[in-house]
């Protein structure tokens, strides 16, 4: 994950933990969910000795234990909320530099193959040997679209590969591609913030996190595509149609923990998932180019096209 994406969940998450009136966290836990004392918060340790814990008895300590609970159980939805922006925000970018990657080189890539192709065939066509006729069919044949294949993606299929639409079927995503790799700030901004107010993570019931799962899908398809007015609109929505967050969580020291529990483990899903993105083909490119992956693609495309040149006047001389 690129460094901007760590230092915006870092102050993201500093901005949206609960705090105490002394400004520290409810719990002690930092964003990254480790204590203040650097040891990994798992959601269950940190309060075991709390007075409240299941095998306690009941009485004003009992409740004042539960009310560190659920503190403590808030503190760890907001710094997992802001964890799953950080590594959504950098799914959208690794998505959109191969989508961008496949539009802006695949073309200059398939004319260099073209270029081979008909080079091995004029060299061929020279010697007329066949290990050079043998290659020349090679390179025709990586060039030229299987039948079955170009006729299973007809009208999605071209010589330069799959067309706008064709790229949409098969990726299940928006026909027009994002103009950038990374959103505009604006765009970033709205994003963070709206998904902040509709995440899934913040409800309990399995009918509300499915409303706000489906809306915070809208919410990551107009930030993938940096529309930063779509953004805004639903923000509006939701404002006007979004329930508000569900009542606090029942007072009970065994949901609570349980709830803990499920958060520390969705957090070592996520982890498992920022880790592969980063150690990704695409995620390894967009480490060479973190501040600015658009003139990453932009470089590499006029590499192609000095390739793409030095080929034609190579062809060129062969069939003069």
Known sequence: MSDEARDDAARNEAAGEEKEPDGSTSDGTAPDGTTSEGTPFDGTASDASAPGAPGDGGGPEAEAGTRRLAQAVRAAENALIEFEIAVETYRIE??????LHEQRLGPLYAKIEELDAKIAEAIAARTGDPEDQRR???ARAAVTPMPLVSELFSGWLDG????????????????????????????????????????????????????RDAFLSRVNQAYA???????????????????????????????????????????????????????SAVGSMLRMAEDDPDALLDEVAEGLRRQIATKEAELARLTA
Request: proline content about 9%; overall charge negative; aromatic content about 6%.
């Open 136 to 138: 020349a069919r090679e």
């Open 225 to 279: 595509r940096g529309d930063a007015d779509e953004l805004r609109a639903l923000t509006e929505e939701w404002e006007n149609g979004g329930k508000p967050d569900d009542e606090p969580l029942a007072p009970g020291a065994s949901e609570l923990y349980a709830r803990l529990e499920w958060l520390a483990s969705r957090k070592e899903l996520l982890a498992d998932a920022a880790t592969a993105l980063e150690d």
């Open 160 to 211: 330069e590969g799959f067309t706008p639409e064709g790229y949409a079927m098969m990726t299940d995503q928006s026909v027009q591609p994002p103009p950038r790799v990374r959103p505009s700030e604006e765009a970033r901004k709205l994003y963070r913030e709206l998904a902040r107010r509709c995440h899934p993570d913040l409800s309990t019931d399995p009918t509300e996190r499915g409303r």
């Open 94 to 99: 690794v998505e959109n530099f191969s989508r």
